[in-house]
């Protein structure tokens, strides 16, 4: 590897206005295959750290665009912990094609998320809390569950735990599996996203942070799904919704879903929610999907009720 290529593989995507959080640097690891993925840690800044917060961001998310919520963690004392999950950010794609957005099965997710958390666990002080975003929920949430990590606490934004799809689309997606289509887009790239017609946000400065990164860093981006990701998926929340493994989660939970969800199936979050021993759940009215990127006040709403959630784990 040359000298420019190991330079960059230690530097973070800049762009004005998202700093790194205070002393954060890269640090890569191998996964599944031998994959070579990448994370970012932060170390807490408090004389007695708090614990680490793992974020687990969503598809088609990286490192670089949980800058402010890693900031807001370590204000709170905790070190932090944020993954390029493998086949998004600049973790090792996983088609030929990168812009696919392609998983063979979740376990290689979960697998990520545990090679990385061992990979740093003397520098990790305890106790662990994860606080996961959309596909990243349905990680999370499977990991602690098969109880592949330990976390204390947990906190869920807007999770994947169910989507909006029908038992016809179901026998497609299996068949287009069973084809041997797992590769190919299962819908095409159309045009490019404006603040208008976004669905996730309301706050056009954090919706524009994640495109200022891209036109910085133009291999940080991913496309649409493979009919192997939804198949992937299904698999995944078919397996970790059922009540019996729910109810063995012994650890407080949090939940916020957002009030004008259009991405994944809300009415989930309450079957999950209510399965679960300890979990509080509420709905951020107004708030579009990346509840975590969207205006202050409501982002005030979510760190209001992680706060609880650390009080009531006694963190």
């Not at 799809?165 to 287009?176: D, G, K, L, P, T």
């Not at 059922?242 to 939970?253: E, M, S």
Request: glycine letters at 8%; one cysteine or more; hydrophobic letters at 40%.
């Amino acid at each position: 590897m040359s000298d420019t290529e190991t330079s960059r593989r230690s530097e973070f995507v800049e762009v004005p206005g998202n700093p790194a959080p205070t002393g954060a640097r890269i640090i890569w690891f191998e996964g599944i295959a031998g994959r070579s993925l990448r994370a970012c840690v932060a170390p807490s800044q408090a004389a007695k750290p708090r614990g680490t917060a793992i974020i687990c961001p969503g598809r088609t998310e990286f490192i670089e665009k949980y800058f402010e919520t890693a900031r807001d963690l370590q204000s709170r004392g905790f070190a932090v912990v944020i993954l390029d999950w493998p086949g998004q950010g600049l973790s090792d794609r996983l088609l030929d094609d990168p812009a696919k957005g392609h998983i063979d099965r979740f376990e290689t997710f979960m697998g990520a998320l545990r090679n990385g958390l061992d990979a740093l666990r003397d520098e990790l002080p305890r106790p662990y809390v994860s606080l996961a975003h959309s596909m990243g929920g349905a990680i999370a949430l499977a990991a602690i569950a098969q109880k592949l990590v330990k976390v204390e606490a947990a906190a869920f934004s807007a999770p994947m735990w169910g989507l909006p799809i029908n038992f016809v689309a179901r026998y497609f997606i299996w068949a287009m599996r069973a084809l041997g289509k797992s590769g190919d887009y299962a819908r095409q790239p159309g045009p490019d996203e404006t603040f208008e017609s976004n669905i996730v946000t309301h706050d056009r400065a954090r919706w524009q942070l994640q495109r200022n990164l891209i036109d910085v860093a133009p291999e940080l981006k991913l496309g649409q799904v493979t009919w192997g990701w939804l198949g992937a998926s299904l698999d995944i929340l078919d397996r970790t919704t059922k009540p019996a493994l729910l109810r063995g989660i012994d650890i407080p939970v949090y939940v916020a879903s957002a009030g004008e969800e259009k991405l994944v199936d809300n009415k989930a979050h309450t079957r999950v929610a209510q399965n679960l021993p300890h979990c509080t759940h509420e709905v951020i009215d107004g708030a579009c999907h990346e509840i975590l990127m969207e205006t202050d006040d409501k982002r005030a709403q979510f760190w209001a009720g992680f706060d609880a959630l650390l009080s009531t784990a006694g963190i």
